[in-house]
């Protein structure tokens, strides 16, 4: 493939660039001369990644970094021109990443096996010799005792499951032991339900209804087509490797303190709850509970979170944007033009990438591969950094049959592309490419017609928090966009808008205050005033949840202008001062109107002027009152009660109409 190694010397000035033809093979010695003692180093292959660490190690180094630059880039009918995204992809490579945080699971090698025949058996003949097996049939027919009892094997069906590798618990009706003298056929004992069974490993032959959501992003559950030998037989040799201590990546970082999920146990926002393909997410009181055990890491949680509670870790929301600065400021550059942002996973995506380079054209010379873990961890920061930045297009290339619901996604895109419209930016920037076929990806990636360019692009340097860095790209996004405009109305279910508060109906008793987790509703310390923050606003509703009126509406919106915009007054009043000693307290309006109702039509109050008054004072007045005036305020004006009709009133008013 052709290198233009001048070019990328001169867009890569933060590193020593050292070009070569064979460095795993005839220039290998070379490879090991030019290991530094201390630093990073980046390797332009990912094919021979075996035989550079080895290298590596040999002479006491540091493991290098590896980047793809030939599927990629060189192999292409585009080869030619692209030098550009070569430096970008190296530029990007050279940028560090945060370390992963990890959850430990711990697998003893106990495994339940789940059938309904010989199948299930004959599974657990092939594990007896390597894990702790016990086998349940549900609803078995006609199957032959063993000579041997060399493993458990009971009657059974599940009916609930939870857990995960190390710490399954299922809950089993119609559970029998086998009888022992079973002779023709396995006959069993009286059943019962409700029997729990605990393991490490559950190898479910059932050909039923998985026992978990998203069964596939379960670890320790394997689940296969019992018809099927072949696949029997790849998840017999998987569940003999599940056993020990595993450490998988807590994909996502939780902090409770600004979850918006409830508030007194009204529920406001749960976009998190309801994307979870994997049920990891769950209520927990004002908050919810993330387990990082159960978490396939699709980040779909992350991405929608409105306040960053929920961030992703693999990498973290700027991390990740600090690596599209790298690529795009790179190719921007190096020359390169019209730049289209391909964001892919590494196990379709690089496959069928690969694939379009050895046996098609190639990616096109401005499309640049963005790996990331998940697809649907992409939230709208990273889309407006990207933008932003100088990128034209973005797409995500997907699965033809996704493993997961990709709701998340493409809300993340219904939120994105009204406001790249709305700023000038153009419709359908961003989209999905949903195919399992490289010639599907060229002829899609091709047809994308080239937007306006643009002379002004973004540099700012994303850091902070998951809320922060969206704030700031979409800032430096407006500040950069072809025709900048003030306000973009949004969909519903955004995390950005206002709220309308009917001023008629509110009585100002600033439940919503209390209510709302952001700080976006406020009060006045020194009189009735409620008081709205736009900029601080994620949408969340439980101001509208809580407001005993329902006066309070959402509406969905970003308004630019709101970073800079001073609290707005909803509605205000004047404070009713206390009769006797002249301090404002309450909402002057509400104690007029509440005594109003009171006088004279209730009981505890009607003729008693000074209980009336007592509701006019302030908190310490209206002890002082209560205690000089030595008066019970339930003890007067009690009206008296009628006594209850009893038998021998019914007998006597009986016998008064005979006589009558």
């Given at each position: 493939?052709?290198?233009?190694?001048?070019?990328?010397?001169?867009?890569?000035?933060?590193?020593?660039?050292?070009?070569?033809?064979?460095?795993?093979?005839?220039?290998?010695?070379?490879?090991?001369?030019?290991?530094?003692?201390?630093?990073?180093?980046?390797?332009?292959?990912?094919?021979?990644?075996?035989?550079?660490?080895?290298?590596?190690?040999?002479?006491?180094?540091?493991?290098?970094?590896?980047?793809?630059?030939?599927?990629?880039?060189?192999?292409?009918?585009?080869?030619?021109?692209?030098?550009?995204?070569?430096?970008?992809?190296?530029?990007?490579?050279?940028?560090?990443?945060?370390?992963?945080?990890?959850?430990?699971?711990?697998?003893?090698?106990?495994?339940?096996?789940?059938?309904?025949?010989?199948?299930?058996?004959?599974?657990?003949?092939?594990?007896?010799?390597?894990?702790?097996?016990?086998?349940?049939?549900?609803?078995?027919?006609?199957?032959?005792?063993?000579?041997?009892?060399?493993?458990?094997?009971?009657?059974?069906?599940?009916?609930?499951?939870?857990?995960?590798?190390?710490?399954?618990?299922?809950?089993?009706?119609?559970?029998?032991?086998?009888?022992?003298?079973?002779?023709?056929?396995?006959?069993?004992?009286?059943?019962?339900?409700?029997?729990?069974?605990?393991?490490?490993?559950?190898?479910?032959?059932s050909g039923g209804t998985p026992l978990f959501p998203a069964a596939d992003l379960r670890d320790g559950y394997l689940r296969v087509d019992p018809g099927d030998?072949?696949?029997?037989?790849?998840?017999?040799?998987?569940?003999?490797?599940?056993?020990?201590?595993?450490?998988?990546?807590?994909?996502?970082?939780?902090?409770?303190?600004?979850?918006?999920?409830?508030?007194?146990?009204?529920?406001?926002?749960?976009?998190?709850?309801?994307?979870?393909?994997?049920?990891?997410?769950?209520?927990?009181?004002?908050?919810?509970?993330?387990?990082?055990?159960?978490?396939?890491?699709?980040?779909?949680?992350?991405?929608?979170?409105?306040?960053?509670?929920?961030?992703?870790?693999?990498?973290?929301?700027?991390?990740?944007?600090?690596?599209?600065?790298?690529?795009?400021t790179t190719y921007r550059e190096a020359g390169g033009r019209n730049a289209i942002m391909l964001l892919h996973d590494a196990e379709h995506g690089t496959d069928l990438i690969d694939a379009l380079a050895r046996h098609g054209n190639g990616l096109p010379a401005n499309v640049i591969p963005f790996a990331v873990n998940e697809t649907t961890q992409v939230g709208l920061e990273a889309i407006a950094a990207a933008f932003a930045y100088?990128?034209?297009?973005?797409?995500?290339?997907?699965?033809?049959?996704?493993?997961?619901?990709?709701?998340?996604?493409?809300?993340?895109?219904?939120?994105?592309?009204?406001?790249?419209?709305?700023?000038?930016?153009?419709?359908?920037?961003?989209?999905?490419?949903?195919?399992?076929?490289?010639?599907?990806?060229?002829?899609?990636?091709?047809?994308?017609?080239?937007?306006?360019?643009?002379?002004?692009?973004a540099s700012f340097h994303p850091a902070g928090s998951k809320r922060d860095v969206q704030r700031l790209a979409l800032r430096e996004l407006h500040r950069v966009a072809p025709q900048p405009v003030d306000v973009i109305a949004l969909p519903q279910g955004a995390p950005f808008g206002a709220v309308e508060v009917n001023a008629e109906g509110c009585t100002l008793c600033l439940a919503c205050v209390s209510a709302c987790p952001t700080g976006a509703m406020s009060a006045d310390p020194d009189r009735p005033m409620l008081k709205f923050t736009e900029d601080a606003c994620v949408q969340c509703g439980l101001c509208a949840a809580t407001c005993p009126e329902k006066v309070i509406t959402l509406r969905p919106q970003l308004d630019f202008r709101a970073a800079t915009a001073s609290a707005r007054v909803m509605k205000q009043e004047d404070p009713f001062e206390c009769i006797r000693c002249g301090k404002p307290f309450g909402v002057k309006s509400t104690i007029e109107r509440v005594t109003a109702k009171l006088e004279g039509k209730h009981w505890m109050f009607k003729g008693q002027a000074d209980r009336l008054n007592v509701l006019k004072m302030c908190e310490d007045c209206r002890v002082i009152a209560v205690t000089e005036q030595a008066f019970d305020p339930y003890g007067a004006g009690i009206p008296e009660r009628p006594r209850p009709r009893t038998t021998d009133d019914y007998l006597r008013e009986t016998d008064e109409k005979h006589q009558s």
């Open positions: 493939m052709p290198l233009d190694v001048d070019t990328i010397r001169k867009s890569c000035r933060d590193a020593e660039i050292t070009a070569g033809r064979q460095f795993c093979r005839a220039e290998l010695d070379r490879f090991r001369a030019l290991l530094p003692d201390s630093g990073d180093t980046i390797v332009a292959c990912t094919q021979e990644t075996p035989v550079f660490e080895e290298a590596a190690a040999e002479a006491g180094r540091d493991a290098p970094t590896f980047v793809n630059i030939r599927e990629s880039a060189g192999w292409s009918r585009d080869a030619g021109q692209a030098t550009p995204k070569i430096a970008a992809l190296l530029a990007a490579a050279a940028e560090p990443l945060p370390s992963i945080p990890f959850v430990g699971l711990q697998s003893d090698g106990v495994v339940l096996i789940y059938g309904r025949d010989e199948r299930a058996i004959e599974a657990a003949e092939l594990l007896r010799d390597h894990l702790d097996v016990t086998v349940v049939l549900s609803r078995p027919e006609h199957l032959a005792p063993p000579r041997k009892t060399e493993f458990p094997v009971v009657k059974g069906t599940i009916r609930a499951a939870q857990g995960w590798l190390g710490a399954f618990e299922l809950t089993v009706d119609d559970f029998a032991q086998p009888a022992p003298s079973s002779r023709d056929e396995l006959k069993f004992a009286a059943a019962r339900n409700g029997a729990v069974s605990k393991c490490d490993i559950v190898l479910d032959l030998a072949a696949a029997i037989l790849r998840a017999v040799m998987k569940a003999r490797d599940l056993t020990g201590t595993f450490d998988k990546p807590r994909y996502v970082t939780y902090d409770a303190d600004i979850c918006a999920h409830s508030r007194s146990r009204i529920v406001g926002c749960r976009r998190c709850l309801d994307l979870c393909p994997t049920g990891a997410i769950t209520p927990a009181g004002d908050h919810v509970a993330i387990s990082a055990e159960i978490c396939a890491g699709c980040g779909q949680c992350a991405a929608a979170c409105p306040t960053g509670a929920a961030s992703y870790a693999l990498p973290t929301a700027d991390a990740l944007m600090r690596k599209l600065r790298a690529l795009l100088g990128a034209t297009a973005v797409r995500f290339l997907l699965r033809a049959r996704p493993r997961h619901d990709l709701t998340g996604l493409r809300n993340t895109i219904a939120l994105a592309e009204p406001i790249l419209a709305g700023l000038g930016y153009g419709e359908g920037r961003v989209a999905t490419i949903e195919t399992d076929d490289p010639d599907a990806l060229d002829a899609a990636l091709r047809a994308i017609e080239p937007s306006q360019m643009r002379s002004a692009h």
